[in-house]
Each structure stands twice: as C-alpha cells, then as structure tokens.
C-alpha cells in the first residue's frame, strides 16, 4: 500500500523558513518522481519542485526558485523542501505526490497534476507579513 506522509507545516513570518518532510512507503522510491505541489485559497494546485528517485535531477517553478530546495534521502525513502525566504505568497496546502510511471529523464517543463497518481493528506504553510 503506497503511502506518503507530510509533515512539518507551520505558521511563520516572512522572511522565515520552514523545512517539510515527506516520507513514503510501498514502492521503491529510486524508481518514483516525487514532487511538492501546493494549493492556496481560491487557487489551482501548483507544482512548486520535483526530484528524480533515481538520479535525483531537479524541477523548479520560476516562483520559488533560488527559495525553495528539494531534496532526498533514498535510505529513508523521504523527500524534504526546504523553503527559505518565505512570503506571504508562499502561503498554502502544501502537499507530496509521486509517479512512479515517470519516463526515465524527463525533465518537466511545468507540473501537471494529473501525472501524479500518489497524494500525502498535506501540510499547512502560513506565512505572515
């Protein structure tokens, strides 16, 4: 049974950092794509970053880039976002996703969603002005 479970939401003020983990279980993670989305009030989900399980390249949307760091640990079979800089913007659901069909080196231009077919239950992230 695939599980992915987020934790390390929180309530901060801008200018802070928060780091969520994501750890996960029931299928190899080496061969998975794991990504971080987010959903804010009134908004689309959005893809926000995504690593490789395997070769652990990265994806970053143009709104968090040189903020935000995906990361893994493939012992752990756990992907983390560490998001510096935090606005309040930044302010959302914060959720982890998997698709363990993914093409092998396939750099995504943006995320869709609907690739994605494993969810975690999400993390709140708040970020005061």
């Known amino acids: 049974q695939v599980r992915l479970v987020e934790t390390g939401g929180g309530s901060v003020q801008s200018g802070g950092s928060l780091r969520l983990s994501c750890a996960t279980s029931g299928f190899t993670y080496s061969g998975a794509y794991m990504a971080w989305f987010r959903q804010g009030s009134g908004t689309e989900r959005e893809g926000v970053a995504s690593i490789d399980g395997g070769d652990g390249a990265t994806y970053y949307a143009d709104s968090v880039k040189g903020r935000f760091t995906i990361s893994q640990d493939n012992a752990k079979s756990t992907v983390y976002l560490q998001m510096n800089g935090l606005k309040p913007e930044d302010t959302a659901m914060y959720y982890c996703?998997?698709?363990?069909?993914?093409?092998?080196?396939?750099?995504?231009?943006?995320?869709?969603?609907?690739?994605?077919?494993?969810w975690g239950q999400g993390t709140q992230v708040t970020v005061s002005s």
């Open positions: 996703a998997a698709d363990l069909d993914w093409p092998q080196g396939l750099v995504p231009i943006e995320l869709d969603s609907t690739d994605f077919h494993y």
